[in-house]
């Protein structure tokens, strides 16, 4: 277990700094998941972008 995330998870706080994410190389992290908060954001970004096309298909009939 990653030491920081556990003291992270004990003071309460949201985010902590670890490994170095190997997409990005962002070390915060979400202590919840211990997902790269960058890639996190990107990932939702990017879903919420195909979300919103495929939502426009449905409405077209495509
Ligand atoms: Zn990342």
Redesign the pocket.
Known sequence: MDTSRIEAAKRGIGKYIGKP?Q????TERYTTSAS?T??TRRHNHSSKLKIRELLKQARDGA
């Open positions: 994410c997409v990005c190389g962002n790269c960058a890639c």
